[in-house]
């Protein structure tokens, strides 16, 4: 595409989205994290972005509450230069212009580059941020197996391609690690990343260090961590948007929003700031309701179509899985993978507690005899654990229990044969890994 092409699809686009007649208001009360626009009410909708006419450069923000005489607008930026009487005009809903040229791009939640790679070309169509899944009756079934590299993964908490799944963890266990391992898999076209109220060294290292090579089939939707709450809670609508233009194109995408816990903590500061009391340690009703919302737009398309392979990190606050943000994402998703705090304390990562960890779809990724191998295993992993703090004591004496005996004998070597490294080589076959790894081990006991 040339110059002159690029610059005609750029005033198309616009031109479908300015409106000939500029509506507008006047601020007449500024808070730290809102102002309040008289002159608009009775043009604008919730969820409208408005424009302010500021001394350096436009700035936008959402209406987020509406009565009579006034809308509350939330601003994107994190400060903003406003006053008594500082005009402020309708936009409209907010939209981006996802495109396939994107791949290999770093934006921010307004869909604007941030790599420094200049500017990305729009694509033929605005996209609302805001949309609704396809009908359920439409979507296609999810029963294809999908290979993501992670060995405990694929043994214990095997995937689907259009599946969703939450990585429960609290701080420092390695969530991080295991969605690069995740970002690395081969078996996607495509990989959108969406890093929500992330650390802002740690973007690059993500991008450069976890993506690697895998950058050239990936988007990036950046929020860090000091940006304001209506840009982190915009971020995975961004990246949920880019993934749905990629699978209604008909690639496999894997989607992967790190993190969901702390849209919702976006989601209570902009709720907050409408008038909405919290119910739920602190937390709105309305963050309930956006978590599907959300959530609900990932999975498979309409039968024929692609699909997007959702991996959401739930940072769980306290390292209390009953948080109630954890509690309901949990109930939304297909399976659930934790991360066990005292697991990486040994050493041992990735860290997944696969006694706590389900996939509601395994059943479509196992054979009849690896369900009953995996069903033998994790019994023999329970037994070890349950009597963990009897063997401490010295309470436990070999011969005694041969299933016992058994178990002390193979799960440590289960254990070591799933440790595995950021870098480690992908196994193609996780069960014949595993099963060369236990070769010196059978034992009649185990029947």
């Not at 969901?260 to 309305?286: L, N």
């Not at 990562?349 to 706590?356: E, I, Q, T």
Request: neutral net charge; aromatic residues 6%; charged residues 25%.
């Amino acid at each position: 595409m040339n110059k002159l092409e690029r610059l005609e699809r750029t005033v198309a686009s616009t031109l479908q989205e300015v409106a000939p007649v500029r509506i507008g208001g006047r601020i007449n009360q500024v808070a730290p994290n809102f102002y309040r626009v008289v002159g608009l009410s009775s043009f604008v909708c919730l969820g409208d972005t408005v424009v302010l006419e500021t001394k350096d450069k436009p700035q936008h923000g959402e209406i987020i509450r509406l009565d009579e005489e006034e809308a509350i607008v939330k601003p994107f930026d994190r400060q903003t230069a406003v006053g008594i009487g500082t005009r402020i005009y309708r936009v409209g809903g907010l939209t981006i212009h996802p495109d396939a040229s994107w791949k290999g791009r770093v934006v921010n939640a307004l869909g604007q580059p941030v790599d420094d790679r200049g500017p990305i070309p729009p694509g033929t169509r605005a996209v609302p941020l805001d949309r609704d899944p396809p009908p359920p009756l439409k979507r296609a079934r999810v029963t294809t197996p999908v290979r993501t590299g992670v060995r405990v993964v694929d043994l214990f908490t095997p995937l689907c391609i259009g599946q969703r799944v939450g990585i429960f963890a609290g701080s420092g266990v390695g969530k991080s690690t295991l969605l690069a391992m995740f970002a690395r898999s081969g078996d996607f076209d495509t990989v959108v990343v969406g890093l929500v109220g992330e650390r802002s060294r740690e973007v690059r290292e993500f991008i450069e260090d976890a993506l690697g090579e895998a950058i050239g089939k990936s988007v990036v939707v950046v929020s860090t961590g000091d940006e304001s709450p209506m840009m982190r809670r915009l971020a995975p609508k961004t990246a949920m948007t880019i993934a749905e233009h990629f699978r209604d194109r008909g690639d496999s995408v894997l989607l992967i929003i790190d993190s969901a816990t702390r849209f919702a903590h976006a989601s209570r500061d902009v709720a907050m700031a409408a008038g909405e009391p919290p119910v739920a340690r602190g937390y709105t009703p309305s963050v309930f309701s956006e978590l599907p919302r959300l959530l609900e737009r990932a999975g498979p398309g309409v039968n024929g179509g692609g699909a997007i392979t959702g991996v959401f990190s739930v940072l769980v606050d306290g390292d209390d899985h009953n948080d109630p943000v954890a509690d309901s994402i949990r109930g939304i998703l297909d399976g659930h993978i934790v991360l066990s705090r005292s697991i990486a304390d040994a050493g041992r990562y990735p860290a997944v507690d696969v006694l706590a960890s389900i996939s509601r779809l395994a059943q479509h990724a196992w054979t009849a005899d690896q369900r009953e191998l995996v069903m033998r295993l994790k019994g023999l992993i329970a037994r070890y654990e349950d009597t963990r703090d009897l063997r401490l004591m010295g309470g436990y004496q070999p011969g005694n229990d041969p299933q016992l005996d058994y178990a002390c004998q193979i799960v440590p070597r289960i254990y070591e044969a799933l440790r595995q490294g950021g870098r480690d080589k992908i196994a193609s076959d996780p069960f014949d890994a595993l099963a060369r790894a236990l070769s010196a081990d059978a034992s009649p006991a185990e029947s």
